[in-house]
């Protein structure tokens, strides 16, 4: 049985939106063992960043609710001192956009120094220096010597990620929480950073949590993926079930709208309707309901739970029982006339 | 003969230094790129930031001076036009890569799509509002949000709303730079469909900028690789894919994620493999300043830059 490093209970996070609160993360449960990469999936919009801050304890304003237990201890309860001396130090973070997350003002060897001198004090000086400089040439950036002295905006955006990433590894994190890493890079200096994860995770034992909606990127990463869909996780498996037997409607979905440069297709598949707004999130039945319109309301359940499906393998809604494209129930309905 | 044809372009941009701001160098965005293009054909131009990709695309439309070349458009030459009513800027218009930033925020939908109606013809309003109407409705979106701002769509309807103002002069060449880099995939699925029917029932050739090479493979007809300013590699969809012979192609082509979880270890042998062939021959395929030689045919449309001396 893996060894349990991430366990969140029943995790709902709202925003208030005059005078309401409305929920981006719904009641999720989830795990993250070590030495695994958990991949989140969905479209923009689905809680998926939400969702991460929510582990880091970055929302200042949001409600949040339930358990997010790192090792047995409960993060979201913690008061803010406490959470400092865990976040990067066992939590490491990857941002989405490197530009506005580094501090345009500081030299990068002295912002990848801050992380590590505010979680070990005794570190002399030129330790450091020897220590980030270490950092720079394992993220794979050439000069680092030129480098370390340089503010953000001299480095391209390959450049800056890598920092972001000599950042978030400085102090070995347990739990390496990577919110689309990749989405702004070009493919080959993508597939660099990925091996850079992969290793980090093969050589510190590390659980990640990897937020994407690259499928591709899934596939050559990830151990397990839960796929969410407005503020709920709607299917969870092991990559390999998950691409091969995909079942509910919204998972099939996204991998029929890839264009992938390895297989032909005339027409990619295009999901109905738009992501509904915090606001406007259907809060009962199916969520994903509306944009299948042609499947039967009676297929989905009124009260849709995440089942087990098969061991490790679990879908919300009964929906995907159902669930046809609507060219390939045509194409049925073709031969059974 | 054909649609367009860009012969030798070079796009240099000065580098300003000194006490008088004298041009001490030139960084050369585009350093030689020569294409041509077919009528109703997508030709796709790809390669990582920085490679000029973008530049290039903008200089053919006018966006970026020339510096050098000549870029040629159904027979007439229209390197660094002018005019701003030329027939070119009419026949040649441009999708732009952000959806979010490409739109003027205070406009409405109307008067967005109806700007370049208001620079070539001239119409009434009731006939403007007629044919803006028309435009929506053709790239799918309803009549009454004319009056609407862009903030009011999603990224998806965005993007169409830069289409319909693309398309709002009939032209016949359209420059697509990224249009769907900034979008999710199921949004992304949308605008790529809908930009192949319309290419079928307008008759549209366009100019398609991208690093996603899985979009590219899946709308491109014949695709360029870029790197550096320079062309490193030319040839139809299949000669890129299934034949890469730069060294350069050959690493793009393996980095490019595969959606099979069961080939992942054979392709991350595959990869490290041809990072090994990389490093080592480098220096065979580019010269002392790390830039790509002449393209040489090495079938009839495949061309690659290959080392002058064997």
Partial sequence: MAEKLLDIKNLTTSFRIKDDYHAAVDNLSLTVNKNEVLAIVGESGCGKSALAFSIMGLHTRAKIEGDILYKGNNIAKMSPSELNKVRGNDLGMIFQDPLTSLNPLMEVGEQIGETLYLHNKNMSKNARREK??????????PRAEHVINQFPHELSGGMRQRVMIAMAIANKPELLIADEPTTALDVTIQSQILDLINKLKDE????????????????EMADRVAVMYAGQIVEVADVKTLFESP????????LNSVPNANTEQDELHVIQGIVPSLQ?????????????????????????ELKEVAPGHQVRCTCY???????????EQHVLS | ?????VNDLKVHFPIKGGVFGRTVGHIKAVDGVSF?????KTYGLVGESGSGKTTTGRAIIGLNNITSGKVMFDGKEITNMRRAKSDARKNIQMIFQDPYSSLNPKKRVVDIVSEPLRNFENLTRKEERKRVQELLELVGLSPESILKYPHEFSGGQRQRIGIARAIALKPKLIIADE????????VQAQVLNFMKEIQKELDLTYLFISHDLGVIKHMCDEIGIMYKGRYVEEGTAEDIFNDPQHIYTKRLVAAIPDIDPNKREEKRKFREEVKVEYDQSYNDYFDEEGLAYKLQPVSDTHLVALPEKG
């Fill in chain 1, 247 to 254: 079942l509910h409607p919204y998972t099939r979905s996204l």
């Fill in chain 1, 204 to 219: 510190m034992d590390s659980g990640i949590v990897l937020i994407t909606h690259d499928l591709g990127v899934v596939a």
């Fill in chain 1, 132 to 141: 980030v400089l270490d950092l720079l040439n394992k993220v794979g950036i």
């Fill in chain 2, 36 to 40: 041509s293009l077919e009528k109703g």
């Fill in chain 2, 179 to 186: 249009p769907v880099s900034a979008l999710d995939v199921s």
């Fill in chain 1, 321 to 331: 029982k159902h669930f046809s494209f609507p060219d390939e129930s045509k194409e």
């Fill in chain 1, 280 to 304: 406007n999130l259907p809060r009962e039945g199916c969520r994903f309901g509306a944009r299948i319109p042609w499947i039967d309301e009676s297929a989905h359940e009124k009260h849709p």
């Fill in chain 2, 1 to 5: 003969m054909s649609y367009l044809e």
